[in-house]
């Protein structure tokens, strides 16, 4: 998923990725602005996984059953953004 982040950030670019091969856990990579900030598999993402953004804390939750992740970024403890993402097939 593509897109920008929004108001104080000054829509920085975001990519959110999401890997699942057969019989392995789902693995998450947070792009922002570029360059990698935050990777981790699924358990870690259920707890949240944290990042850092040129002093910016971030931090990724995702959650979900199915085929369908809902991922929650924040920046500075705030909330920022979120997706809601297909597992691949």
Do not use: F, K
């Not at 057969?22 to 707890?47: C, F, N």
């Not at 910016?56 to 924040?74: K, M």
């Amino acid at each position: 998923m593509d897109d920008t982040l929004p108001g104080r950030l000054a829509d920085a670019p975001v990519r959110l990725c999401l890997q699942a091969e057969t019989g392995q856990p789902a693995h998450y990579r947070l792009w922002l602005a570029g360059e990698v900030r935050i990777s981790g598999d699924e358990s870690a993402a259920r707890q949240g996984l944290a990042g850092d953004w040129y002093g910016h804390p971030l931090g990724l939750r995702c959650s979900g059953a199915d085929n369908v992740r809902r991922c929650d970024l924040t920046v500075d403890g705030e909330a920022a953004w979120s997706a809601e993402l297909a597992l691949p097939r």
